[in-house]
């Protein structure tokens, strides 16, 4: 007897196990999710180019289910224009980073957006890739001024979402910079 009722419950097991991996696949090759109720809130604020923050908050929100970019709140991510120095993230910790965009690479043709997003992309934990490559958000100015790509790929909301699965944010940690190159 205990040997069938181990077999129905091994069965039960596999059956499952296949059934969630049926829905992984589904949900990987599916359209970006819509934000998950356990999503974790990140409240930025933007003192300059405050429509590109925005419209990169929407972009991280419809790209990561574990994560709502939020405007206003305490603010982690802080956002500002400057000139000179380029721009540059320096993180904080998990959903935490002052923001600096430089007026001058925007006058040299760097598009707003891109940077804007790209610089958030820091203070949700991705690294520079300096890869040339147009499709990375994350290869930031080595894609050249033409590039006007604004979304990060599959791999980079990947990193971002899993960063952001079950983890509080905002903690203060060792700050790095991130310059956009």
């Not at 923050?53 to 956002?79: C, E, F, K, M, Y």
């Not at 033409?146 to 060792?174: D, I, M």
Request: proline share 4%.
């Amino acid at each position: 007897m205990t040997g069938k009722l181990l077999r129905l419950a091994l069965g039960a097991l596999f059956t499952s196990l296949a059934l969630v991996g049926t829905s992984l696949t589904t949900a990987a090759t599916a359209a970006p999710a819509a934000p998950s109720a356990l999503a974790r809130t990140v409240y930025y604020s933007a003192s300059g180019y405050s429509a590109e923050a925005d419209q990169a908050a929407q972009i991280w929100n419809s790209r990561v289910p574990n994560l709502r970019l939020v405007r206003g709140g305490s603010a982690t991510i802080r956002i500002a224009a400057t000139n000179g120095g380029g721009s540059r993230a320096y993180p904080c910790g998990l959903g935490c980073a002052t923001i600096y965009i430089d007026n001058r690479d925007v006058a040299a043709g760097n598009y707003a957006l891109r940077i804007v997003a790209h610089e958030i992309g820091h203070g949700l934990g991705l690294p520079d890739t300096y890869n040339g490559i147009c499709s990375y958000l994350m290869s930031g100015g080595s894609a050249g001024t033409s590039c006007r790509n604004v979304y990060p790929n599959a791999q980079e909301a990947n990193r971002v979402n899993q960063l952001f699965a079950g983890r509080a944010v905002a903690a203060v940690g060792n700050p790095e910079v991130y310059a956009r190159g």
